[in-house]
T-cell receptor, first 112, second 114 residues
Framework: AQSVTQPDIHITVSEGASLELRCNYS??????LFWYVQSPGQGLQLLLK??????LVQGIKGFEAEFKRSQSSFNLRKPSVHWSDAAEYFC??????????FGTGTSLTVIP | KAGVTQTPRYLIKTRGQQVTLSCSPI?????VSWYQQTPGQGLQFLFE???????NKGNFPGRFSGRQFSNSRSEMNVSTLELGDSALYLC?????????????FGPGTRLTVL
């Protein structure tokens, strides 16, 4: 069965520090992987996606993610976090058409 | 291009009532998916409509239903509301129904059941 695990419920980082959010997936076929961000009171905004090819994917707002098939992971990274990055981050795997399976999310707090 | 719009943004209902939520996809998009977001269960897939046909359905009771119109606008209906139905309901649209299509999410409808 398809599933996504985000082990970190909450992460706090200082502004300017690097960031890595973890995501592990379980899916039998080739995974289509996504990272979304949700600010309070808002819908989800796509940060980046991976379908095939280069395993390092660049996204918006300076984010990148690396697909590692051997580890079933798709971790999100940013070299220098800004205060405006504080939000909820969701990893998702696409399956059966548009049926996305989401992780439970990681809440990011940025300390000035 | 206008994004996904959802109406209303907020709703308060009482147990036993029914509610209808509306979603207008991005122009040209033919697929609309619905998700329920709660603090305890996270984001859960409700159903997807493509060209007025339900393609997929998540694990929700029959009280949750939906439809899609010829202009791709979609509605979801919840009958006999329960307290546990309180949630943020998100709709997402995409061009087609392929896994590789990017889904664009609306701001959601916040439903509170009293």
């Amino acid at each position: 069965a398809q599933s996504v695990t985000q082990p970190d419920i909450h992460i706090t980082v200082s502004e300017g520090a690097s960031l890595e959010l973890r995501c592990n997936y379980s899916y039998g076929a080739t995974p289509y992987l996504f990272w979304y961000v949700q600010s309070p009171g808002q819908g989800l905004q796509l940060l980046l996606k991976y379908f095939s090819g280069d395993t390092l994917v660049q996204g918006i707002k300076g984010f990148e993610a690396e697909f590692k098939r051997s580890q079933s992971s798709f971790n999100l990274r940013k070299p220098s976090v800004h205060w405006s990055d504080a939000a909820e981050y969701f990893c998702a795997v696409g399956a059966n058409g548009n049926q996305f399976y989401f992780g439970t999310g990681t809440s990011l707090t940025v300390i000035p | 291009k206008a994004g996904v719009t959802q109406t209303p943004r907020y709703l308060i209902k009482t147990r036993g009532q029914q509610v209808t939520l509306s979603c207008s996809p991005i122009s040209g998009h033919r697929s609309v998916s619905w998700y329920q977001q709660t603090p305890g269960q996270g984001l859960q897939f409700l159903f997807e409509y493509f060209s007025e046909t339900q393609r997929n359905k998540g694990n929700f009771p029959g009280r949750f239903s939906g439809r899609q119109f010829s202009n791709s606008r979609s509605e979801m209906n919840v009958s006999t509301l329960e307290l546990g139905d309180s949630a943020l309901y998100l709709c997402a649209s995409s061009l087609t129904s392929r896994e590789t299509d990017t889904q664009y999410f609306g701001p959601g409808t916040r439903l509170t059941v009293l």
